[in-house]
C-alpha cells in the first residue's frame, strides 16, 4: 500500500526515537506471551509520555477469543484514565491490529498507533482493511507502521516455527 497521503486518510509520518523506546517495551510484553505459548503480540498504551498500560495476547490462558493484546491494553488504559476516551493516548503494538482491535481503537478514540510488523492476512489498519482510517466512522487515527518491524515479524516467526517443530 502507498504511504502517501490520500485526500481521506490521515497522513503516515515516520516514526522517531520515542516510538522505537515504546516498541522495545511492547516487544517485552510479546516476550512475556511465547513465554506463556501465546502468540506473542505485545501492546502498550501512552499518555503523557507514560505508560499506562502493558498487556500481551493471553488467548489460550483466558480461553477468549478477544483477548488480544490490544483490547487488553485498553481496558486497562481506560481503567487506569478513568475514561472510555483514550484520546491522548498512543497504542504500540509488535503487529498491524486485526479488525475487532482496529474497531476497539477507533471506539476508544486513540489518536495515534504505532505497530511493528504488517499482517498481510488480518491487519485492517493498513495491509487488508483501513478500519482505522476510514472517513466513515467517527473517529480516525494516525497510523504509523514498520517500527523495529524486523524484531516483531522474527518473535513471531519464531514461535511458529517452534510450533510447527513440535510433536
Given at each position: 500500500?502507498?504511504?502517501?497521503?490520500?485526500?481521506?486518510?490521515?497522513?503516515?509520518?515516520?516514526?522517531?526515537?520515542?516510538?522505537?523506546?515504546?516498541?522495545?517495551?511492547?516487544?517485552?510484553?510479546?516476550?512475556a506471551?511465547?513465554?506463556?505459548?501465546?502468540?506473542?503480540?505485545?501492546?502498550?498504551?501512552?499518555?503523557?509520555?507514560?505508560?499506562?498500560a502493558?498487556?500481551?495476547?493471553?488467548?489460550?490462558?483466558?480461553?477468549?477469543?478477544?483477548?488480544?493484546?490490544?483490547?487488553?491494553?485498553?481496558?486497562?488504559?481506560?481503567?487506569?484514565?478513568?475514561?472510555?476516551?483514550?484520546?491522548?493516548?498512543?497504542?504500540?503494538?509488535?503487529l498491524e491490529?486485526?479488525p475487532?482491535?482496529?474497531?476497539?481503537?477507533?471506539?476508544?478514540?486513540?489518536?495515534?498507533?504505532?505497530?511493528?510488523?504488517?499482517?498481510?492476512?488480518?491487519?485492517?489498519?493498513?495491509?487488508?482493511?483501513q478500519?482505522?482510517?476510514?472517513?466513515?466512522?467517527n473517529?480516525?487515527?494516525?497510523?504509523?507502521?514498520?517500527?523495529?518491524?524486523?524484531?516483531?515479524?522474527?518473535?513471531?516467526?519464531?514461535?511458529f516455527?517452534?510450533r510447527?517443530?513440535q510433536?
Open positions: 500500500m502507498d504511504r502517501h497521503n490520500v485526500e481521506t486518510r490521515v497522513p503516515l509520518r515516520a516514526w522517531n526515537e520515542e516510538d522505537v523506546a515504546f516498541m522495545r517495551k511492547a516487544l517485552a510484553e510479546a516476550e506471551a511465547a513465554e506463556e505459548g501465546e502468540v506473542p503480540v505485545g501492546a502498550i498504551i501512552v499518555w503523557g509520555g507514560e505508560v499506562v502493558a498487556a500481551h495476547n493471553q488467548r489460550e490462558l483466558l480461553r477468549d477469543p478477544t483477548a488480544h493484546a490490544e483490547m487488553i491494553a485498553i481496558t486497562q488504559a481506560a481503567a487506569a484514565l478513568g475514561d472510555w476516551r483514550l484520546e491522548n493516548c498512543t497504542l504500540y503494538v509488535t491490529p486485526c475487532m482491535c482496529a474497531g476497539a481503537i477507533v471506539q476508544a478514540r486513540i489518536p495515534r498507533v504505532v505497530y511493528g510488523a504488517r499482517d498481510p492476512k488480518a491487519g485492517a489498519c493498513e495491509s487488508l482493511y478500519i482505522t482510517s476510514d472517513p466513515r466512522l473517529h480516525r487515527a494516525e497510523v504509523v507502521g514498520g517500527v523495529l518491524e524486523e524484531n516483531c515479524r522474527k518473535i513471531l516467526q519464531e514461535f516455527r517452534r510447527r517443530n510433536p
